[in-house]
């Protein structure tokens, strides 16, 4: 258990609100990500961090922004909020194991956007 | 651009059967990963291969990585309906201490009794 939580775990909105996902770790992990899972697509890469106020976008950053005021918070913001942001979301921290980092990952947000 | 191409995409397969899942990628990497995902649930890490070569196995399990071929598999040795879950493979694309993984698209394997 990589000490992940997320919240809420299930939203259900309407087009053009703002929606603020949040990602809680408890254990001091420097690198934290989010990504989202749609069928088909398998996971993908929407932002990262590697540290306080350290962000960087992915592969699907379009329409997400994210801020990381402490260590332990990772929060992602729908600005206004799209049917194609329906989506499973997913926040994972970088844990070194073994010397490399591994990606552990919370247990997921599911957003229904209507 | 990194493409990660998993085959098959869903796999049916007895009780008690071999079978092996098949993980390509298009660039160079060294950092390959496998999760599993549960209906409904998070994933979970199985294995971290970090180089040409590297095997690991745990239980009916066992993963390997050519990073010439550019080609992981994952092998399931007499599978029994425990393992029915999807499983992802992902390569890391950078060489620093973070990584940005890319994720295949899965394979939806079920096991039948």
């Known amino acids: 258990d990589a000490g992940i939580t997320q919240s809420p775990r299930h939203k259900v909105t309407e087009t053009g609100t703002p929606v603020t996902l949040r990602c809680h770790q408890t254990?001091?992990?420097?690198?934290m990500y989010w990504y989202r899972q749609d069928p088909g697509h398998g996971l993908r890469l929407i932002h990262y961090?590697?540290?306080?106020?350290?962000?960087d976008k992915g592969e699907v950053s379009d329409g997400y922004s994210v801020s990381r005021s402490k260590t332990e918070d990772f929060l992602l913001t729908l600005e206004s909020a799209t049917s194609s942001q329906t989506s499973v979301y997913f926040c994972a921290i970088g844990q070194r194991r073994g010397g490399r980092e591994t990606q552990y990952f919370g247990p997921g947000t599911r957003l229904l956007v209507l | 651009e990194l493409k990660v191409e998993q085959n098959p995409l869903f796999l049916s397969m007895q009780e008690g059967k071999n079978y092996t899942i098949y993980c390509n990628y298009s660039?160079?990497?060294?950092?390959l990963y496998w999760y599993r995902q549960d209906p409904g649930k998070s994933l979970e890490s199985l294995f971290v291969l970090l180089s040409n070569g590297a095997v690991k196995q745990e239980g009916r399990l066992m993963a390997s990585l050519d990073t010439k071929a550019r080609l992981s598999t994952l092998h399931i040795t007499a599978a029994v309906h425990d393992l029915s879950a999807t499983y992802f493979c992902a390569v890391d694309k950078t060489n620093f201490g973070n990584e940005k993984l890319t994720f295949g698209t899965g394979t939806r394997l079920t096991i039948i009794p």
């Open positions: 961090s590697y540290g306080v106020k350290d962000t």
């Open positions: 254990e001091n992990h420097r690198y």
């Open positions: 660039t160079t990497s060294d950092r």
